[in-house]
């Protein structure tokens, strides 16, 4: 499996943005889809995005279309996620993972790779 380090949170203004990102080692990145999921204090881990091996195909919740937008830099083995226009529902640890195809990373989520895991609040 790929081993994946999130970076990126902190804490922001309702309508602010951030950036997190993802470096990936251990395995040939573009050999994955990557993606990234988030789970708030009380609530079960939920999709967020995705995005294929070369970075051509996106798939997004419904929660943050227009919001956020996923990228990959497979030349750097680093994905991110551009967060714009907060809201305190947000508010949540951001996972990165990766999985052979889209499929696998949303539906069989325990046999993907994942990250630590990075905070971001999103204060009123």
């Known amino acids: 499996q790929v081993q994946l380090v999130e970076s990126g949170g902190g804490v922001v203004q309702a309508g602010g943005s951030l950036r997190l990102s993802c470096a990936a080692s251990?395995?040939?990145?573009?050999?994955?889809?990557m993606g990234w999921f988030r789970q708030a204090p009380g609530k079960e881990r939920e999709f967020v995005a995705a995005v294929g091996r070369f970075g051509f195909s996106t798939n997004y919740a419904d929660s943050v279309k227009g919001r956020f937008t996923i990228a990959r830099d497979n030349a750097k083995n680093m994905g991110y996620l551009h967060m714009n226009s907060l809201k305190p529902e947000d508010t949540a640890v951001y996972y990165c993972?990766?999985?052979?195809?889209?499929?696998?990373?949303?539906?069989?989520?325990?046999?993907?790779?994942w990250g630590q895991g990075t905070q971001v609040t999103v204060s009123p």
């Open positions: 251990g395995r040939t990145f573009s050999d994955y889809t």
């Open positions: 993972a990766a999985a052979q195809n889209i499929e696998s990373l949303k539906n069989t989520p325990n046999g993907n790779s």
